[in-house]
């Protein structure tokens, strides 16, 4: 038997569902003090898997250097109410995967937070999906090195629906 919250959190991602251009903006360097950003386009068709307890995405990432591909992959925990989202990225073809982000949705806005390494050294991660309307959203990353004291947004999508 499921609760009405789960029921409703089980629906988070529909909004994402289809085809969509993406503008990227990514900090140049992360993590060091660096605030050159790097613009570029790309695209995401996104789908839901398992029955709508996952989601699947398709990402061309066009960035200067050179094109690549990325898959993000959520899943919805019935236990904790909670999605997590993973990436696989085409650079790094055999991963590891990065260790997921796990949360949900309040009032419009979907926070995601997990924990991982950068050049070593322990970090927090921040997802934000916000600004959803049916056309659009917007998609935030930030990193945290006190533990969520402060944060440095690294990389920010801005969706529209095709």
């Keep these: 038997m499921h609760t009405e919250n789960e029921v ?13 251009r993406v503008h990227h ?30 989601t699947f995405d398709d990402n061309v990432l066009e960035l ?6 990325a ?17 696989l990225d085409s650079r790094t073809p055999l991963g590891p995967l990065d260790p997921p982000v ?3 949705f309040h009032d419009g806005v979907g926070t995601f937070l997990g ?8 970090i927090r991660v921040r997802y934000v999906w916000s600004k959803i309307t049916p056309t659009t959203c917007h998609w935030e990353q930030a990193f945290s090195t006190d533990g969520g004291a402060s944060w ?7 969706l529209q629906r095709v």
Aim: glycine share 14%; no cysteine.
């Design 8 to 20: 409703a959190a089980l629906h988070d991602f529909d909004f994402l569902v289809g085809h969509w």
């Design 25 to 54: 903006r990514r900090l140049k360097e992360w993590l060091a003090n660096n605030h050159e950003w790097i613009e570029f386009e790309g695209t995401s068709v996104m789908q839901m898997v398992m029955g709508g307890y996952g």
């Design 64 to 69: 200067p250097a050179g094109t690549y591909r």
């Design 71 to 87: 898959a993000g992959l959520r899943s919805f925990d019935t236990k904790t109410g909670q999605w997590s989202i993973w990436w």
């Design 102 to 104: 796990r949360g949900g």
């Design 115 to 122: 924990d991982d390494l950068y050049k070593g050294k322990p």
């Design 152 to 158: 440095e947004t690294n990389w920010v999508m801005d």
